[in-house]
């Protein structure tokens, strides 16, 4: 087993442990969909970390061209 293979796991952590931390955020437009104010999933937040609407607002919103 070389370095690498001993970095994965704890990579894994650090990712998840930033993930977490994400998902208790509270600044604004970071974890509340603006249009339904539900909070955005967690795996939406950490592909596009700017996100302001949950995915199914946002396709609504591309949906209508607004």
């Known amino acids: 087993m070389d370095d690498a ?3 994965g796991p704890l990579v894994e952590a650090y ?3 930033g993930l ?3 998902a208790r ?6 974890a509340e969909c603006v249009s339904c ?3 955005i999933d ?3 937040r ?5 996100a302001r609407r949950c995915l199914s607002c946002q396709m609504r919103h591309e949906k209508s061209g607004t």
């Not at 955020?25 to 970071?30: A, D, E, Q, V």
């Open 5 to 7: 293979d001993r970095a």
């Open 15 to 17: 990712r998840a442990d």
């Open 20 to 22: 977490k931390k994400l």
């Open 25 to 30: 955020s509270t600044l604004p437009g970071t």
């Open 37 to 39: 104010g539900e909070m």
């Open 42 to 44: 967690i795996a939406r």
């Open 46 to 50: 950490a592909a596009h970390p700017g």
